[in-house]
């Protein structure tokens, strides 16, 4: 992009995003590691002033992200969808892998038995996604494995060596609401107790 846009578009979304009269603080930026990848990625931080009521209505019906790549896509001239396979055809589709750490030793256990009920709220058209192919895994089966990424949730080497760190759940999608997302990993995670006859059938 050049300076002048950038400038234009940063302007843009200063005036464009004024919760309770404060503007949302937004950077473009290029990881290092991603400079021949992508051409910018945006950081968008929220006033501490806002509350979650608050944030939550700002984000209903187009959400914050949306607004601020539907800025770039106009700018750009192209139209921005969040579905998670627009177009039909053999490829893996758009998630949103999402990462989770948690002392419960029982995690994958209770992710297993919830499947379903994670599939469920975990974004529309997903099912369109998850077939099993193109590193994803199959909808229908809760898959777990390290360094995986066909698999449902894949550990990395790091945490299997270590005994420690974060698990990434894959079936996520790209139009999740981050608020039942995390919700309900930490719902299955922290509060749920699968029944006995439940483990034992899992076992």
């Not at 089966?141 to 360094?147: E, H, I, K, L, Y």
């Not at 698999?151 to 420690?164: H, L, N, Q």
């Not at 790209?174 to 029944?195: C, F, H, K, Q, R």
């Amino acid at each position: 992009m050049k300076s002048a846009q950038v400038v234009d578009l940063v302007a843009t979304l200063a005036s464009e995003h004024f919760p309770r009269n404060r503007a949302l603080e937004v950077k473009i930026a290029t990881p290092k590691h991603l400079q021949k990848k992508i051409a910018r990625i945006f950081v968008a931080r929220i006033p501490p002033s806002i509350t979650e009521d608050e944030f939550r209505r700002i984000q209903v019906p187009k959400g914050i992200v949306e607004l601020v790549l539907n800025t770039f896509a106009i700018a750009d001239g192209v139209v921005l969808t969040l579905d998670p396979k627009p177009i039909e055809g053999d490829w893996n589709g758009a998630g949103c892998h999402t990462n989770y750490s948690t002392l419960n030793k029982k995690v994958i256990l209770n992710l297993s038995l919830r499947h379903s009920d994670h599939i469920s709220a975990y974004g529309e058209g997903n099912e369109r996604r998850l077939i099993g192919k193109h590193e994803t895994a199959s909808i229908n089966t809760f898959s777990w494995g390290v360094a995986n990424r066909g698999c449902s949730i894949r550990v990395g080497c790091d945490t299997e060596k270590a005994c420690k760190g974060y698990l990434e759940d894959r079936r996520v999608t790209s139009n999740m609401d981050p608020y039942i997302v995390t919700g309900l990993l930490a719902e299955t995670t922290l509060l749920w107790e699968p029944t006995l006859e439940a483990e034992v059938l899992a076992a």
